[in-house]
């Protein structure tokens, strides 16, 4: 199958941006709304901005969980981009009523409850951040370096322990990249972090 | 940790011809092009800024305008983007949304549109949402915020502040207009205050000349500085910038 990546769109998130990188890449790619979208899909981006309850509801709403569970199971490859990421958890104080995809057992914490006392920490965690790469097979897909995160709610690094491949400080660690199997997880925006985060982007979509 | 910011500002205004300009000013005022936003923010991007600050000047540009820009510059410029000018509606944002902006600017309608950053920050999050506080100080050390008789003391000003956080402003861009393209320097009285005061991230907006002006304003407390005559005038490349920002010992991606 020649590689054909579909990205989930939602109604707050920033697929658009992920898409005109993706064209920018010349990487065949396609939106998905709804059910019917998803025809011939090697890839599946799930982008990130909006609220983790909303973009649960949103597509339960569109009806569209159970191909990307679908998909998942298949064996294709899944990347969540910063909420993208968190709702492939099981949870986030965010909508702490709100359940995730689940097919991580992670529950999603917010910076403002670390302790703080020198106010050095700013919430959200806005800019550039350095991600320490995890040695492991895969962290061949996110070179080490700067790149670009908006948010408030992070991954604590233990609930990722043996699919880490990507570390940052902000006031303490948290994952920002993993992988497991087909599931890539990155709490950084690729879509925005210029060259660096293209190269991820590309790597991403020519995996076989 | 997380780095501090360069942000150069695009700001826009509309040329006799119907064309969208990118420019300078001073005191919010004297509009001087400089040349097309598109090919100034493909120049930012290869000289390394850390995020673009495209700021519309006034309505005599549409918005239907700016969405058309934005996507044309989003379709290239793959580093983070933030749009403001007189924002007053959420059908607004959304289209920026969809246009590729990473954050909007929102100044006046924070205290005029009642519920704008409430709704705006429940549906895209509080990162997505600077709260621009615009304003000139009196002879007597008081603040007024632009499109406002209203006065503020110090204090008063940062129960305003705080009170627009909380309803969802992520940061804080803070402009004294009267610094705008000047020759004095940011007003860093006012940053060190703020600093102290809210934990969200600070923006200064506006006074920036010289590479000492970054350095103080880092120093000081801000996490990024947005400056426009600054990257227009290029006596300093930015390259150059973030080398003595460094070897002052501040963290910034050189």
């Keep these: ?208 | 940790m997380i780095k501090k910011r360069i942000i150069p500002k695009i700001l826009l205004d509309s040329m006799s011809n119907g064309s969208i300009a990118a420019g300078m000013t001073s005191s919010y005022d004297n509009f001087i092009p400089i040349g097309s936003p598109i090919s100034q923010a493909k120049i930012l991007q290869d000289n390394l800024c850390d995020e673009i600050f495209v700021c519309k000047r006034n309505d005599k540009i549409s918005l239907d305008l700016c969405y058309e820009l934005i996507e044309e510059m989003a379709a290239e410029i793959f580093s983070p983007i933030s749009f403001g000018g007189n924002i007053q509606t959420i059908e607004e944002i959304s289209n920026l949304v969809t246009c590729g902006i990473e954050q909007v600017v929102i100044g006046r309608a924070a205290t005029t549109e009642g519920d704008l950053i409430r709704k705006a920050s429940n549906k895209f999050g509080n990162q997505f949402i600077i709260y621009s506080i615009d304003y000139r100080k009196t002879p007597d050390g008081r603040f007024r915020l632009d499109h406002t008789s209203e006065l503020f003391d110090t204090k008063n000003l940062m129960k305003l502040i705080l009170a627009v956080i909380k309803l969802g402003a992520g940061q804080l861009l803070l402009c004294n207009m009267d610094r705008d393209g000047s020759t004095i320097g940011p007003d860093l009285e006012l940053l060190k205050i703020l600093n102290s005061t809210v934990s969200v991230p600070i923006i200064i907006g506006t006074g920036i000349r010289t590479v000492s002006d970054f350095i103080d304003a880092y120093k000081t407390g801000a996490d990024a500085v947005a400056a426009g005559s600054f990257f227009c005038k290029k006596d300093t490349s930015p390259l150059q910038l973030r080398s003595h920002i460094w070897n002052e010992g501040i963290d910034i991606r050189h």
């Design chain 1, 1 to 208: 199958m020649v590689n054909n990546v579909g990205i989930i769109r939602t109604p707050s998130s920033n697929w658009n941006s992920v898409k005109r990188a993706m064209d920018y890449l010349k990487i065949s790619n396609v939106l998905i709304s709804q059910k019917k979208d998803f025809n011939d899909i090697s890839h599946i981006i799930i982008p990130g901005t909006g609220t983790y309850g909303d973009v649960i509801k949103d597509l339960e709403n569109q009806g569209i969980i159970d191909s990307i569970f679908e998909l998942k199971n298949q064996g294709r490859f899944v990347l969540g981009i910063c909420l993208g990421m968190q709702i492939m958890g099981e949870r986030s104080t965010e909508s702490s009523n709100v359940s995730g995809l689940g097919w991580f057992t992670y529950s999603c914490l917010n910076f403002e409850n670390i302790p703080n006392d020198n106010k050095a920490l700013k919430t959200p965690h806005t800019g550039w951040n350095f991600v320490n790469s995890i040695k492991s097979p895969a962290s061949s897909l996110v070179n080490k370096g700067d790149y670009y995160f908006s948010h408030s709610f992070y991954v604590p690094k233990n609930e990722t322990e043996h699919i880490t491949i990507g570390v940052t400080e902000n006031g303490l660690d948290f994952t920002s990249a993993f992988k497991e199997d087909n599931i890539m997880g990155l709490q950084f925006h690729p879509e925005k972090s210029q060259a660096k985060g293209l190269e991820v982007l590309k790597k991403f979509s020519e995996q076989k």
